[in-house]
């Protein structure tokens, strides 16, 4: 009998001893992934913001409040990508102006790594675009090197840089910096006179964007957790001359909406830690315990009944 409980014990230590790294390496990997029904809404400021006003026809000075709303479509996410959709609304509360501005953007990515995947009717507002990059979270276990992320002004990714580490309320987070140089990104016709021109009638301007994007991101989870975006957007004549601002500020995030997003990553950290190390250690250290039993039982057996 007692050699029978060694056997067991012996084979079930070793199946453990053998289940922990494809729980770590294999099963984590599956299971650690960006959630088909995610929904969040944060705000970002941006004080003292020029723009150009299309009812009063000319440049504006004010405080901006910034709501990003990120929800994902459940219904077409298959196989190993979700879709999100983003809607951003700009509102000016010093001049009591609402919905100065509008962004819809639709993305797919995968699920595991966050790279963008073209599918699914991806676009910004409306107009289909090519996504390639990050779109909005980092793979799982962030390096410090250089990742392209998708940046929806300009439609195209562009290199975010690692820029060293950092502490964002005390979670311990990597620092990325993303260069966008200057790029049309809209064509429209626009009264010479607004724009300080002689010329007659209506003329074609370009609105050109160049910006500068900064990410705090937690390294396990790949989650940002806070953003600073400095955008310089004109309105440039065909011979290149800067007429007008379009829109020229630098917007953060609130300091609710960073409290709200570590919070969820500290959450969402705890799983990952779960999954990927503290289950792996038990069945390691279960499985050497209940090898070294059964061999101890089954060096002892043939003493004890003889």
Same mark, same amino acid.
């Given at each position: 009998m007692r050699r029978a409980v060694g056997v067991v014990l012996l084979a079930i230590g070793a199946f453990l001893i053998v289940l922990a790294p494809l729980i770590k390496f294999q099963v984590a990997g599956k299971l650690v992934q960006a959630p088909a029904d995610y929904y969040i809404k944060t705000r970002l400021t941006a004080e003292n913001a020029r723009y150009f006003n299309k009812g009063a026809l000319k440049v504006l000075t004010g405080n901006l409040d910034i709501t990003v709303t990120t929800r994902g479509d459940v219904a077409q996410a298959k196989d190993d990508h979700v879709v999100w959709d983003q809607f951003t609304a700009v509102n000016d509360v010093t001049n009591n102006k609402r919905g100065i501005s509008f962004t819809e953007f639709r993305s797919a990515f995968n699920k595991y790594n966050g790279a963008g995947v073209t599918c699914c009717g991806a676009s910004v507002d409306k107009e289909p675009v090519q996504l390639e990059g990050q779109i909005f979270l980092f793979p799982f276990g962030v390096e410090k090197k250089t990742y392209k992320v998708f940046n929806t002004d300009a439609h195209k990714a562009f290199d975010a840089t690692f820029a060293g580490e950092d502490?964002?309320?005390?979670?311990? @987070?990597?620092?990325?910096?993303q260069k966008v140089p200057p790029t049309v990104t809209q064509t429209l016709s626009a009264p010479a006179s607004v724009l300080g021109m002689a010329d007659p009638g209506d003329i074609q301007v370009n609105r050109v964007y160049d910006g500068v994007t900064t990410l705090w991101v937690e390294p396990t989870t790949g989650a940002p957790v806070k953003q600073e975006q400095q955008r310089h957007e004109v309105l440039k004549t065909a011979d290149g001359v800067e007429r007008m601002p379009a829109l020229?500020?630098?917007?953060?995030?609130?300091?609710?909406?960073?409290?709200?997003?570590?919070?969820? @990553?500290?959450?969402?950290?705890g799983q990952i830690t779960l999954i990927g190390t503290t289950i792996p250690l038990i069945s390691l250290i279960l499985g050497v315990v209940l090898l070294v039993a059964g061999f101890l039982i089954m060096r002892g057996s043939p003493a004890r009944e003889g």
């Open positions: 502490t964002v309320n005390g979670l311990k @987070v990597y620092k990325f910096e020229i500020a630098t917007a953060v995030m609130t300091p609710q909406s960073v409290s709200d997003l570590v919070s969820a @990553v500290r959450d969402n950290l």
